[in-house]
Each structure stands twice: as C-alpha cells, then as structure tokens.
C-alpha cells in the first residue's frame, strides 16, 4: 500500500505512478490528509494534544511539512476554501488519481471535505503545491 499526498508521495511516485498509469488502473490512495496534518490542525508540538493522532502527526512537524502548509495556506486563501479542501483537490487533480480517501469525524468534517469535490485548481496552484511538496 502507498500513501499518495503532499507529504508521502515519493514512494508512490517513484515506484508505482508510472505502473499503474501505463497500464490504465485507478488509485484510491489512503491518509489523503496526512492523519490531518494537510488540514492545518497541526502547526507546532503544542497542537499534537488536540487529538489521539497527535502522536503520529510530529513527523511531518519539519522544515518541508511547514513548507507544504504555507503552500495550502496561499492556495486556500486564494480560492476561498480550507487547507483540507486544497490537499484533496490537488490528489483529485492528480493523473492517475480516482479518489483520495480522508476520514471525517463529524457532519461538518465531511461536509467541509465534500467541499473539495468543487475546488478547480490552475496550473499554477497545481505547480505552487508541487514545489512546496516536492520529496
């Protein structure tokens, strides 16, 4: 299994993007939002207590991870829409892609989640997220 999102997507890219798109299969990835790191939840050590995940969520705490999230910060300032919403946009937006999967805990988690579905990134939100997530 592989983890296709602005965080972990090296391993996904590098080893089966180009298996799977040459032969036509659809990839549903899992942790779409990065165990809610990509949802801005998470911004420094303190934030780690917020909830039961906070634990697997330091990782992402570093120089890239901060970088990702200014990145979702602009785009989602820029489209009037969530961090959250931006992240599963740009998986969605992705080649390869047929959905990301992001667990929600609540009717106002999904309904916010369900917001992505509408999101239109450019190409150049697209480059923007890119490059901030670039492995």
């Not at 990839?27 to 801005?40: D, E, K, Q, Y």
């Not at 990301?100 to 990134?121: C, D, M, N, R, Y």
Request: with cysteine.
């Amino acid at each position: 299994m592989y983890k296709r999102q602005l965080h972990d997507r090296a391993p996904y890219e590098a080893e089966l993007e180009p298996l799977c798109r040459g032969e036509g299969l659809g990839v549903i990835n899992f942790f779409g939002l990065a165990r809610g790191f990509l949802t801005g939840k998470y911004r420094g050590e303190a934030d780690l207590a917020k909830s039961p995940r906070g634990a697997g969520i330091k990782s992402y705490l570093n120089e890239r991870g901060f970088r990702i999230l200014a990145a979702l910060d602009e785009a989602a300032a820029a489209l009037d829409a969530t961090p959250a919403q931006v992240a599963l946009a740009w998986q969605m937006a992705r080649p390869g892609i047929t959905a990301p999967i992001a667990s929600a805990t609540s009717l106002l988690q999904f309904s916010e989640l369900a917001g992505a579905a509408a999101l239109v990134l450019d190409a150049g939100m697209i480059k923007l997220l890119d490059d901030a997530s670039a492995p």
